[in-house]
């Protein structure tokens, strides 16, 4: 199984940015999918999770009603579109998958047993 994370970039404070996941290696049709991010110095934290039927979302307080995560019918790729931008979500964004897991663990890092490499987003103030 790989994942690859792209879209990443530089931009300036409330623009915005439109991640990609794809994903080879098997069929995806019953995976959860999730973006987390790392900035320097700190944990790798939750940011989205989709359901693997892409009807339940989660978000985390930080990012909600301002980044969506996506995908169409269970397939892949898995999207996130991040508006309004700030800095300090600058980090590098991982896209990760595991078979599906209860709703409380969707925002887990242990939950996940595939991750793609990651794609850095700068935001500049």
């Known amino acids: 199984v790989q994942l690859q994370a792209s879209g990443g970039g530089l931009v300036q404070a409330g623009q915005s940015l439109r991640l990609s996941c794809t994903a080879s290696?098997?069929?995806?049709?019953?995976?959860?999918m999730a973006w987390f991010r790392q900035a320097p110095g700190r944990e790798r934290e939750f940011v989205a999770a989709i359901r693997w039927s892409g009807g339940t979302t989660k978000y985390a307080d930080s990012v909600k009603g301002r980044f969506t995560i996506s995908r169409d019918n269970a397939k892949i790729p898995v999207y996130l579109q991040m508006n309004s931008l700030k800095p300090d979500d600058t980090a590098v964004y991982y896209c990760?998958?595991?078979?599906?897991?209860?709703?409380?663990?969707?925002?887990?890092?242990?939950?996940?047993?595939?991750w793609g490499q990651g794609t850095l987003v700068t935001v500049s103030s």
């Open positions: 990760a998958t595991t078979p599906r897991v209860s709703l409380s663990a969707l925002a887990l890092l242990s939950s996940y047993d595939y």
């Open positions: 290696g098997r069929t995806f049709r019953d995976y959860d």
